[in-house]
């Protein structure tokens, strides 16, 4: 039997079934035809990050941010870079927690910069706090073999 992964398109919100060994290789969606990993954080709203979180069979690594906020400004090239080293093993999106208060508030999000690693729907570890790239990555990989 093929293994699949369920991947949630970035661009359309449309759920694609994939054999688990084609996710590296450039899949595209199967509705927008759009690249299914872009090397980029997906920007989310509450929906939207219901959505990855429901149908994803990756691993997702959350950036939980705010327009306002010195260190998430800072910290956003360096996630974007992380995009590119964790992909495809890892989807990254970012969630505006001003947006998205109540969904904020169902996470217990008390201080921005926060990273969420979520597996299976569920949170399995999270950090506040600005770093950088390599502490990013380091962090996540961490978080998956552990758990
Ligand atoms: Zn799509």
Redesign the pocket.
């Known amino acids: 039997m093929i293994e699949e992964r369920q991947v949630v398109?970035?661009?359309?919100?449309?759920i694609?079934r994939l054999p688990a060994g084609r996710l590296a290789s450039g899949a595209?969606?199967?509705?927008?035809?759009?690249q299914?990993f872009s090397g980029r954080p997906i920007e989310v709203d509450e929906q939207g990050f219901d959505r990855h979180v429901a149908h994803s069979d990756i691993p997702l690594l959350v950036d939980v941010w705010a327009p306002w906020c010195g260190p998430c400004r800072a910290m956003a090239p360096m996630f974007e870079r992380a995009a590119k080293e964790l992909e495809p093993d890892v989807r990254l999106l970012k969630f505006n927690s001003d947006a998205a208060p109540s969904t904020s508030s169902r996470l217990r999000i008390t201080g921005i910069p926060t990273l969420l690693l979520m597996r299976g729907g569920r949170e399995i570890s999270r950090r506040s706090g600005a770093t950088d790239t390599w502490n990013i990555v380091a962090w996540a990989r961490a978080g998956l073999a552990g758990s």
Not at 9 to 14: L, M
Not at 28 to 33: A, E, F, L, V
């Open positions: 398109c970035g661009n359309c919100g449309q694609n595209r969606c199967g509705s927008c035809h759009q299914l």
